[in-house]
Structure formats: C-alpha cells, structure tokens
Nanobody, 126 residues
Framework: QVQLVESGGGLVQAGGSLRLSCAYS????????MGWFRQAPGKERQFVAA???????????YYAASVKGRFTISRDNAKNTVDLQMNSLKPDDTAVYYC????????????????WGQGTQVTVSS
C-alpha cells in the first residue's frame, strides 16, 4: 500500500519561499511518476507540477502555467521523497497542497492519480 506524507507548509509573506516535501512509502518509488496538486477554498483541485520516473535520459518535469518559472519539482530516489520548491510566492498560491502518485491517463488530471497524501496548508499573505 502506498502512503504519502507531506510536510513543509506554513505562512509566508508574498515574495517569499517555501519548500514542500512528500515522503513516499510502499511500492518502488523510483518507478513512480509523482505530482503536486493544490486546492483553494471553494475551488477545484488544480495541477501544480509533476515529475516522471527516472529513465535513461533522466526525469521529465511538467508545470502549470501559473507556477512555471517560480516552482521547481524534484525527487530523491535514495530518500523516497519528492519536493516542491516554491519561490516568489503570491497570495493566489494560498491553498492546501497535495502530493500524489500517478496511475494512468492525463498527467494534468487529478483522476489519473491513485494515491494521495493528507495535504499541507500554504498561506501567502499580501
């Protein structure tokens, strides 16, 4: 059974940075594509970033347009973790952030992910 535990959320001023981490346990992490999503109050869950399993040419990363250039997703297969470095944070980034393990289908769609963490709150003040 796959288990995901997020950490690193908190309160930060606009323009600041936070680093989220997701600890993975269960099946082979190195073969898993992982994603980060977020959900603000009253809004649908939204894709943030994803990173594929490491292949012969390394991992591939994907970002939502709203975070590209500000957020960086990375993975450490030795530690079974996937991180999300968030820079130049804006009040619109305020949400609960979720780590998820991909199953199949559209990488940008939350329904393509089979396992989810409990979420960590990120609040950006103006």
């Amino acid at each position: 059974q796959v288990q995901l535990v997020e950490s690193g959320g908190g309160l930060v001023q606009a323009g600041g940075s936070l680093r989220l981490s997701c600890a993975y346990s269960g099946r082979t992490f190195s073969g898993s594509t992982m994603g980060w999503f977020r959900q603000a109050p009253g809004k649908e869950r939204q894709f943030v970033a994803a990173i594929t399993a490491i292949g012969w040419s390394g991992s591939s990363t994907y970002y939502a347009a709203s975070v590209k250039g500000r957020f960086t997703i990375s993975r450490d297969n030795a530690k079974n973790t996937v991180d999300l470095q968030m820079n130049s944070l804006k009040p619109d980034d305020t949400a609960v952030y979720y780590c998820a393990a991909y199953s199949s289908g559209n990488l940008y769609n939350s329904e393509s992910y089979a396992h989810w963490g409990q979420g960590t709150q990120v609040t950006v003040s103006s």
